[in-house]
T-cell receptor, first 118, second 113 residues
Framework: NAGVTQTPKFRILKIGQSMTLQCTQDMNHNYMYWYRQDPGMGLKLIYYSVGAGITDKGEVPNGYNVSRSTTEDFPLRLELAAPSQTSVYFC?????????????????FGEGSRLTVL | TQLLEQSPQFLSIQEGENLTVYCNSSSVFSSLQWYRQEPGEGPVLLVTVVTGGEVKKLKRLTFQFGDARKDSSLHITAAQPGDTGLYLCAGANYGGSQGNLIFGKGTKLSVKP
């Protein structure tokens, strides 16, 4: 069972270039997420999706775009890369679970994609 | 803006010692999760707590959710080098989507043999 798979693992971009980080999951989870992790800053949510065809902005969406055409795939697009987008990017998925009406779904993370913009 | 403050930010101890890390907020969360992240990998869920005052144990790890559901602690007994990693707490709001999950900045633990 592969879980959440991200590609590429490493990438160096020049300022102004564009690229797409790929993410696929094989657990049939309805929720998918993109986070970025900067040193000492924890995880910041970029975009998330509650199902195919539905996406929504997280805390730090500027400079990024997403799409969710299938349950399995949730690519993250960087347009006009900037040095501020240098970070480690994590894709995650979850199945909505509730306990007493509370959202308790476990996030399953990929191994991360380390992006450097020079 | 909801925030989760974790302390300490860094912790370096010897094998066999006990330790406690904290996750505090001024906001109420419907549930709280603890994750551990090892270098070069994504975070992995350790536990979810949902009831105020709840205590959960996972081998040598004890997790507690505050009575008011604003804070949580993680206690490790007799730490081992395999416990080394970044510990992240994450709070979820009532209902809504998992997009409301708020992460703390993490506690980086190093256990030396």
């Amino acid at each position: 069972n592969a879980g959440v798979t991200q590609t590429p693992k490493f990438r160096i971009l020049k300022i102004g270039q564009s690229m797409t980080l790929q993410c696929t999951q094989d657990m049939n989870h309805n929720y998918m997420y993109w986070y970025r992790q900067d040193p000492g800053m924890g995880l910041k949510l970029i975009y998330y999706s509650v199902g195919a065809g539905i996406t929504d902005k997280g805390e730090v969406p500027n400079g990024y775009n997403v799409s969710r055409s299938t349950t399995e795939d949730f690519p993250l697009r960087l347009e006009l890369a900037a040095p501020s987008q240098t970070s480690v990017y994590f894709c995650a998925s979850s199945r909505q679970r509730t306990s007493g009406g509370k959202n308790t779904g476990e996030l399953f993370f990929g191994e991360g994609s380390r992006l450097t913009v020079l | 803006t909801q925030l989760l403050e974790q302390s300490p930010q860094f912790l370096s101890i010897q094998e066999g010692e006990n330790l406690t890390v904290y996750c505090n907020s001024s906001s109420v969360f419907s549930s709280l999760q603890w994750y551990r992240q090892e270098p070069g990998e994504g975070p992995v869920l350790l536990v979810t707590v949902v009831t105020g005052g709840e205590v959960k144990k996972l081998k040598r790890l004890t997790f507690q959710f505050g009575d008011a559901r604003k804070d949580s602690s993680l206690h490790i007994t007799a730490a081992q080098p395999g416990d080394t990693g970044l510990y992240l707490c994450a709070g979820a709001n009532y209902g809504g989507s998992q997009g409301n999950l708020i992460f703390g900045k993490g506690t980086k633990l190093s256990v030396k043999p």
